[in-house]
């Protein structure tokens, strides 16, 4: 999922769920942040400053649809709920 600053990527195996943040320019640390959610549980996050990505962060989602959010300096996306 592309938006200005870079893009989330996200990627489902039969048990999991995966999601990584990729800045668009690789560059000085700046603000980045992933995270997964599965529907009924927590969810995963890794935020932090960065040079190029946030994550990968993976949880379980064995039939269980998931919300995925990533965000690079200001600019960040959202999935809503998908991969049900």
């Given at each position: 999922?592309?938006?200005?600053?870079?893009?989330?990527?996200?990627?489902?195996?039969?048990?999991?769920?995966?999601?990584?943040t990729?800045?668009?320019?690789?560059?000085?640390?700046?603000?980045?942040?992933?995270?997964?959610?599965?529907?009924?549980?927590?969810?995963?996050?890794?935020?932090?400053?960065f040079?190029?990505?946030a994550?990968?962060?993976?949880?379980?989602?064995?039939?269980?649809?998931?919300?995925?959010?990533?965000?690079?300096?200001?600019?960040?996306?959202?999935?809503?709920?998908?991969?049900?």
């Amino acid at each position: 999922m592309p938006f200005d600053a870079g893009e989330l990527r996200i990627y489902k195996s039969r048990n999991q769920a995966c999601a990584v943040t990729v800045a668009r320019t690789p560059g000085g640390r700046r603000g980045m942040a992933v995270s997964i959610q599965p529907r009924g549980g927590a969810p995963v996050r890794d935020v932090g400053r960065f040079t190029r990505y946030a994550g990968p962060v993976t949880v379980g989602a064995i039939s269980r649809c998931v919300y995925v959010k990533g965000g690079v300096g200001t600019a960040s996306i959202d999935s809503g709920w998908i991969l049900c």
